[in-house]
């Protein structure tokens, strides 16, 4: 068979954009982020948010209800799939779905959200790689945890040639408990990029 000569400019590949990462210091500016990525959302838009146990997937969708302005309150749900919060402002409603128990591709499609995603906003916690099959654009929130390893590093850097007696392995140990009991509270760092069409010409998220 003879390919067809190539004219149109566009080929197979997705287009993927930067729409924001920085820094979040806090739960509040993990919520902060999600407002502003609330208030740009519209009808059929999917987010993605990928991130460890406690990353904030939940803190962020949080904001996000904010800015986009529908009835709350936004939980870890534990039982439920997915939740419908229903606009406040005549706006689309947000569907917040968490895939963490879901066994893949399949059972996502059970949970309907075929019927749901053109009308409404819908973000998925542990979502990659089954979501994207729910539109042709989508965001991907990428939340990243420093570990108390990480945070302990950058707090002593260069520990390595011993020339700070004063630091003795005992104590090394005992500030390693420490970070890694107060990892919960460790900053974090947010990356969006969008996927598709819809994302291609989006302006930069302003935090
Ligand atoms: N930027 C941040 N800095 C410090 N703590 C944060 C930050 N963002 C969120 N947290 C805290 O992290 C904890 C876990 O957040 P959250 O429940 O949103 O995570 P999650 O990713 O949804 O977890 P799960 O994987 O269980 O669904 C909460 O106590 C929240 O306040
Ligand atoms: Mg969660």
Do not use: N
């Amino acid at each position: 068979m003879t390919p067809a000569p190539d004219t149109s400019p566009t080929t197979d590949e997705v287009t993927t954009r930067e729409i924001l990462t920085t820094d979040l210091p806090t739960a509040d500016a993990t919520r902060d982020a999600g407002r502003a990525l609330g208030r740009i959302l519209r009808a059929g838009d999917v987010v993605v948010l990928v991130g460890e146990l406690g990353a904030g997937k939940t803190t962020l969708t949080q904001g996000l209800a904010d800015g986009l302005g529908v009835r709350g309150p936004i939980t870890s749900p534990t039982f439920v799939l997915s939740r419908v919060h229903p606009s406040t402002v005549g706006g689309p409603d947000l569907v917040h779905v968490d895939a963490y128990r879901l066994g893949g591709a399949a059972e996502l499609e059970d949970i309907d959200l075929d019927t749901t995603v053109p009308t409404s906003v819908t973000v998925v916690e542990w979502g990659e790689g089954m979501a994207e099959q729910l539109a042709d654009s989508w965001l991907v929130v990428d939340l990243v945890r420093r570990t108390g390893a990480d945070a302990l590093e950058d707090a002593a850097p260069g520990e390595t040639g011993g020339a700070d007696a004063d630091v003795d392995d005992g104590a090394l140990a005992e500030a390693e408990d420490e970070a890694l009991a107060e990892d919960q509270d460790d900053p974090r760092s947010i990356r969006i990029v969008g996927v598709g069409p819809r994302w291609q010409d989006a302006p930069p998220l302003e935090v």
